[in-house]
């Protein structure tokens, strides 16, 4: 059987490695028609501990992926290397892991995600995109959330959202298709000042070949995904599925299950053909801030 030979670089982050690696064990598993629950008892673990692996959501022991693979009778070595190689890739850090004490832990799992999709896809009702934001609004947002953390902190945060944004301009980046409702533009965050370099901001992001924007007008009235900001990430490789990711207050939601992938991939697809097209979102963006300086 063919294994997965993941490409190195930034690209590559370790939440997408242990989804690869735990598609790897599902189709090796289900190959041998070996069950879930004797998976669990050759590693001396459970049903479910093998169903958070084969879904990447769990790191890897490799003492237990070694096992398993004997269960699965993989028995050549450069195979069974391989597989064990990405078991040790997998458990790396991410870039973003010494940021971790400013970090909750189901927003880094996102991070990991974004770091190796090829095309971000995200409706924003509130707040412009982070990955569009300039530091000061940037820095705004983090306030209304943080306002009484120390400023170092806040640096932090602001420097880790600054940080992320890089990916949009590395070698290899992916496609960032953003949605956005026009109060997100005329929300005054942070103040004029600070709406008018974010305004700024966003008119440089839309000359950028991997970047599209587009703005949905208060004259559209209601539309598909009124009130539910959500981010839809496609990956590089076939085997993964499209992931949706739902921000709430405290926790945030991951759906893979291809009927809510679907549902979310029609809103979006709706709100898309609602808002004005991408070559009208420059001279838009130059309207609003005008009105800003009027």
């Not at 879904?55 to 450069?78: H, I, Q, S």
């Not at 999709?117 to 947002?141: D, H, N």
């Not at 990430?233 to 893979?256: H, K, M, N």
């Amino acid at each position: 059987m063919m294994t997965v030979q993941p490409e190195t670089g930034p690209a590559t982050g370790p939440t997408v490695l242990r989804m690869l690696l735990g598609s790897q064990l599902r189709r090796l598993r289900e190959s041998q028609g070996v069950s879930r629950e004797a998976a669990g008892w050759e590693i001396r673990s459970s049903e479910s501990k093998i169903s958070r692996m084969e879904l990447g959501r769990v790191g890897f022991k490799e003492r237990d992926v070694a096992d398993l693979l004997t269960l699965y009778g993989v028995t050549d070595p450069d195979e069974r290397e391989a597989l064990l190689g990405l078991a040790r890739q997998a458990n790396s850090p991410g870039w973003w892991h010494r940021y971790g004490d400013v970090l909750p832990n189901w927003f880094q799992s996102y991070l990991g995600l974004e770091a190796a999709a090829s095309l971000i896809r995200t409706y924003e009702v509130q707040f412009v995109p982070g990955l569009l934001q300039s530091r000061e609004y940037a820095r705004a947002v983090v306030l209304l959330g943080h306002g009484r953390a120390p400023v170092d902190e806040i640096d932090r945060r602001v420097n880790l959202r600054m940080e992320r944004q890089e990916l949009l301009t590395r070698p290899g980046a992916p496609q960032l298709w953003a949605v956005v409702d026009e109060a997100v533009l005329r929300r005054p965050i942070g103040g004029p000042k600070v709406m008018r370099g974010q305004l700024e901001a966003l008119i440089e992001a839309t000359r950028l070949p991997n970047i599209r924007l587009q703005v949905i007008p208060f004259s559209a009235g209601g539309h598909a995904a009124a009130g539910t900001a959500f981010t839809i990430l496609r990956f590089p490789d076939a085997d993964l599925p499209d992931i949706v990711y739902i921000e709430q207050l405290t926790s945030a939601l991951y759906l893979d299950k291809r009927d809510d992938v679907d549902h979310y991939a029609v809103a979006m697809e709706r709100v898309c053909v609602e808002a004005d097209p991408p070559e009208r979102t420059p001279d838009i963006l130059r309207r609003i801030l005008a009105d800003l300086d009027g």
